[in-house]
């Protein structure tokens, strides 16, 4: 150990207060849900039970949960194949611009989203095409595609290529070497891929705005327009405690899955 | 052969495979042609019609645009009003703070996971930063709405000061819940890349006389750079385009907010012209960050 005593007491301090900060809004959240007073004023009047019966009982909330689900299994199985596609490509084939499909694969998550969602929007306009969950799917899916080309991309450079040949030398053709070597393989890559997508697009707002049209309601458009309304606040306390127990969920699948998932964040 | 693995023989495809495994140019097409039929003719190609707009003209009574007719009307507006140049200062001003202030808050906690915590300390630490960055983004402001409140919990802690609490229309709100919001995605890199310092470099550093501040400087933060620039390209280009957080925290104009309430009102070539600038920003931003090897660190 290097660092002196005092730079490892300061470090400590710092990171626990660090953590605080990170935690301190979600318990505040999560207080907030059992708050007898329908405003949010801090200290709680009294605890009460009742805005998760009243959540129960709001029909909006589960039409949102559906529309969420429905939209992020869509955009998840467009991003995973054409992500994996994509990988394969520029993993296993050398050609012109190959350098720039990275780039041309993160944009659509570097640029702002309000450029996204107005881009798509106008086009799906121009073209005619209704919105609803359809639209949802292709915007979200646009930008899934990276988080699965990232994962699948960095798993097939590890993976050896002995085992294809090997299967090839044995007379399998490519689609059953793909399905019985390289897909096993790459089997955990997607799984993490695929998760971090369901994450990404589960939790969208601003693309989502601006192509779901009036008439489907996501998880997050829901808590976005009934935290402007004074009347449903003690509702949105209920679904953000919701939210953030679920968050729980992709934080262990992403330990199970192993190393690939945790590190780099949602990226 | 066929029989042993257990698949049915299937004549067509099976010579399509052998034909494909001949011709790795067709392979190669037939990989690339749906992503890139995708991400080019869906995306590249709306992002590119949205930008067109920026160079046509729109009817100033119907606000209808007229494709095709071409002006450099939008551009003149912009750079002729200092509103959309306060704006983006704000806004790249605001995008370089909280930056500057993710990486101030993120390198000790990341250096303190990678060099002391005990291994069971780490992981715990992992999973506790891991948990905040998968909640959702929408709940965490909704939160920190709670906190500024006028009546909320800030005004509380505040109040035995004889301070008021912020309300929700201050900048200064904006500020603290970006750097709240994408504190862990700088955090994570940091720390990925200090744990790959070997500790040998510090020890030599040490040995050769040089100070726990010189150390951190000349040695630790030189490894860490690439890492540190991975994490400001969240923290910097989330900032830059996000329209949410200074509307419900704060009643300051950025960016994202000029782009959103133009092509609400249908003013479009406005919208796309001033589009243009965070578009630009961020490609730039990208193209630094990768010759700094940012990409590797992700």
Known sequence: MVEARWVRVTLRVATWLTVGFLYLPLVLVGIHAFNESRFM???????????????????????????????????????????????????????????????????PIALPGV?????????????????????????????????????????????????????????????ITFRRITMPGMRSALLSGGLLAFALSFDEVIVTLFVAGAGTQTVPIFVLNAMQRPTELPVVN????????????????????????????RI | MTTRTGEKPAGRSRRLAAWLHAHPRAQLRLLLSAPLVWLV???IGSLTILLLNAFWTSDSFTGKVNPFDWSLAAFEQILG??????????????????????????????????????????????????????????????????????????????????????GTDEITNSWIVFSYLWLP??????????????????????????????????????????????????????TLGDYIVPDLVSDATFIGNVIYDNSALGNFPIAAAYSLLPILIVIGYLLVARRLGAFDSL
């Open chain 1, 41 to 107: 004023a801090w200290p709680p009047p009294g605890f009460t039970l009742r805005w998760f019966g009243e959540a129960l009982s709001n029909p909006a909330i589960p039409v949102a949960f559906l529309n969420s689900v429905l939209a992020a299994l869509g955009a998840v199985a467009i991003a995973l194949v054409l992500g994996t596609l994509a990988a394969m490509a520029v993993q296993r084939h050398s050609f012109f611009g190959k350098e720039s499909i990275s780039f041309l694969l993160v944009l």
């Open chain 1, 115 to 175: 450029i996204t969602g107005i881009a798509l929007s106008s086009t799906f306009q121009t073209l005619g095409v209704g919105f609803g969950l359809p639209t949802i799917i292709v915007g979200h899916a646009t930008f899934c595609v990276v988080v699965a080309y990232n994962n699948v991309i960095a798993r097939l450079r590890r993976l050896p290529r002995t085992p294809e040949e090997a299967s090839a030398d044995l007379g399998a053709d490519t689609w």
């Open chain 1, 238 to 265: 209920v679904v953000a405690l919701v939210l953030i127990a679920l968050s729980v969920i992709p934080v262990y699948l992403a330990q199970r899955i192993g190393a690939d998932a945790g590190g780099g964040g």
């Open chain 2, 41 to 43: 003719g869906v995306y």
């Open chain 2, 81 to 166: 009003n200092d509103v959309y140049r306060t704006v983006a200062l704000r806004t790249v001003g605001m995008a370089l703070l909280v930056t500057v202030t993710d990486a101030l808050l993120a390198i000790p906690i990341a250096y303190y996971m990678a060099r002391v915590a005990s291994p069971r300390a780490r992981r715990f630490l992992v999973i506790a930063i891991l948990m905040p960055l998968w909640a959702s983004y929408l709940v965490k402001i909704f939160a920190w709405r709670s906190i500024f409140l006028g009546n909320g919990f800030l005004a509380w802690v505040l109040q035995p000061f004889g301070i008021a609490g912020p």
């Open chain 2, 185 to 238: 995605y700088m955090i994570l890199p940091i720390y990925t890349g200090l744990e790959r310092v070997p500790g040998s470099l510090l020890e030599a550093s040490a040995d050769l006389g040089a100070r726990a501040g010189t150390t951190f400087r000349r040695v630790v933060l030189p490894l860490v750079l690439p890492s540190l620039v991975a994490g400001s390209i969240f923290t910097f280009s989330l």
